[in-house]
Nanobody
Framework: QVQLVESGGGLVQAGGSLRLSCEAS????????MGWFRQAPGKEREFVAA???????GYADSVKGRFTVSRTNAENTVYLQMNSLKPEDTAVYYCAASTSYSTAQWSNTRQWYDYWGQGTQVTVSS
């Protein structure tokens, strides 16, 4: 069992940056692949970025070149650096963890993830 707590959301102007953090409880963080998803009002929760246990990363096309996912296992934390933010990035951002036996695997599918945080609001004004 792992608990995830996101932080770092807020209000930012278009073109600005935010860095989201997701801290996991427990001592087995390195065994989890991690993902970031977001959900805007009235829309489905969608994939944003993911990082495998070994550091392989993947991104949604809408955020490629603007967002960067990283992890620090010693701190039980995964980050999402968001640059050049756009109003369409406005959403609640969730981190998720998957018990992955493969060190290289990540996924853009919600069902692949076992644990979810409570979310943090990101609002980008135009």
């Amino acid at each position: 069992q792992v608990q995830l707590v996101e932080s770092g959301g807020g209000l930012v102007q278009a073109g600005g940056s935010l860095r989201l953090s997701c801290e996991a409880s427990g001592r087995t963080f390195s065994r989890y692949a991690m993902g970031w998803f977001r959900q805007a009002p009235g829309k489905e929760r969608e994939f944003v970025a993911a990082i495998s246990r070994s550091g392989n990363t993947g991104y949604a096309d809408s955020v490629k070149g603007r967002f960067t996912v990283s992890r620090t296992n010693a701190e039980n934390t995964v980050y999402l650096q968001m640059n050049s933010l756009k109003p369409e990035d406005t959403a609640v951002y969730y981190c998720a963890a998957s018990t992955s036996y493969s060190t290289a695997q990540w996924s853009n599918t919600r069902q692949w993830y076992d644990y979810w945080g409570q979310g943090t609001q990101v609002t980008v004004s135009s």
